[in-house]
């Protein structure tokens, strides 16, 4: 599963979200080389049509998702396990 973004990245870190898309991209290079790993991309669906990072399905704290945000993983992690259990 990929790492996910949050609205506090830039002030945890100056590359704190750019060292998670890196760490992505390499989990997806090593889940494509081994047949047994599945790469989920729940980060997508977290982003506007812009690239942006929705911020309204963050809580207060900027890190967590709210009810809401996590609507957007239910169909992601539930087509993966579809997937894995083909």
Do not use: C
């Amino acid at each position: 599963m990929s790492m996910k973004p949050t609205l506090i990245d830039d002030i945890l870190g100056a590359d704190v979200r750019k060292n998670k898309m890196i760490t992505n991209q390499q989990l997806i290079e090593y889940s494509e080389s081994k047949s047994n790993l599945h790469y989920v991309d729940i980060t997508s669906p977290m982003m506007d049509e812009n690239g942006k990072l929705k911020s309204e399905i963050f809580l207060e704290d900027g890190m967590h998702l709210n009810q809401h945000g996590y609507t957007f993983w239910d169909p992601v992690m539930k087509a993966a396990i579809d997937r894995v259990r083909k």
